[in-house]
């Protein structure tokens, strides 16, 4: 295998193919990621132990263990990752949901004037302010960073080079944006986190643009039939769903949230902690609806394709009538 050859299976996550290395059966692939998610469990029940240790009032446990509501989506992204083997490039997405979830339950173990943890506090005892202004500014931006990733997996980049250098870059233009003191309680009021989420929804829009103009060339220049296309290819369960808990979220956080209330009342936690529940599950709902329009639009272009070009001789397309749109390899690893 030359160089070139292995250098695009390694971009296209296929390491395996590339190192020359069988794939692992069904059985290891589920034994693995029972470990993984076991694992990924073990730091919540800690959580939860240290919490009831330290006497937590149940207000502040509200708005900590409720970031575990991001947990499902790694799962799901690691499900394709270990166990179907078609979607290896969704580990970067699960790793980011994690971190989402850790950013936000180390803020909350830091934050009150009494933290249950002592990396949160100075020799005296007292709060230390320099580890509690870095976590909650890694807080902050991963609560930006959710919203830039769910548009990143609905535009679908895969490749290596693309992927993780845009989410890296997407989550340090939030870290840096939240350091902005000034900046920092005003929404969407640093131009690092303007400029991270408009380039995500630009992607979005280009997505959706490339795979309604690849209908619209499949349909004969037809609008209507290239609509009814896309919006089959939409999962309306996973929509209504990620919908709901999106609206919801929001909904807790800035509007039923007494914002000027004590951080340990249950004006601010009650809702707060719905906030973490339903932007979580918003996110997996994301994914899901990713995953099923990627899925659902490449499966639709090779149908039309073959109804449109039969396979004969006679009746082969010339090239300029092939949607060059679709020539996106599966991830599936052979079993």
Request: contains cysteine; glycine residues 6%; hydrophobic residues 45%.
């Amino acid at each position: 295998m030359s160089l070139w050859t292995k250098l695009k299976k390694i971009n296209r996550w296929d390491f395996l193919g590339a190192f020359g290395l069988e794939s692992p059966s069904n059985t290891f692939r589920w034994t693995v990621y029972s470990i993984v998610c076991l694992t990924i469990l073990s730091e919540w029940v800690v959580v939860g132990f240290v919490l009831l240790d330290k006497n937590v009032p149940s207000e502040r446990t509200m708005t900590t263990i409720t970031n575990s509501s991001f947990v499902p989506m790694a799962f799901y992204c690691l499900y394709h990752v270990i166990v179907s083997g078609k979607r290896v490039d969704l580990i970067v997405d699960a790793i980011f949901a994690l971190g989402t979830a850790n950013a936000s339950l180390w803020y909350h173990m830091c934050s009150g004037s009494k933290p249950p943890m002592e990396y949160c506090t100075s020799e005296d005892g007292s709060k230390d302010p320099d580890v509690f202004n870095m976590v909650m500014w890694w807080d902050f931006a991963a609560s930006y960073m959710m919203f830039i990733q769910a548009a990143w997996i609905i535009a679908d980049l895969r490749e290596v080079v693309l992927k993780i250098p845009i989410y890296a870059t997407s989550m340090i233009l939030c870290y840096e944006g939240m350091r902005e003191r000034s900046e920092r309680t005003k929404s969407l009021g640093s131009e690092h986190i303007k400029w991270a989420l408009g380039f995500a929804c630009t992607a979005v829009v280009l997505r959706c643009a490339y795979v309604f103009g690849c209908f619209l060339h499949l349909q004969r220049n037809s609008p209507l039939r290239a609509a009814r296309d896309f919006l089959s290819c939409v999962n309306p369960l996973a929509f209504c769903l990620g919908g709901i808990c999106f609206a919801g979220g929001m909904l807790c956080n800035f509007v039923w949230t007494d914002q000027s209330a004590p951080s340990l009342d249950s004006g601010y936690t009650t809702p707060h902690g719905f906030w973490h529940i339903g932007m979580g599950s918003a996110s997996g709902f994301v994914a899901w609806l990713a995953v099923k329009f990627s899925e659902n639009w490449q499966t639709k272009v090779r149908d039309l394709r073959a109804r449109l070009h039969p396979k004969s001789p006679a009746s082969k397309p010339p090239v300029e009538e092939d949607c060059e749109m679709v020539e996106i390899e599966p991830f599936d690893i052979n079993v």
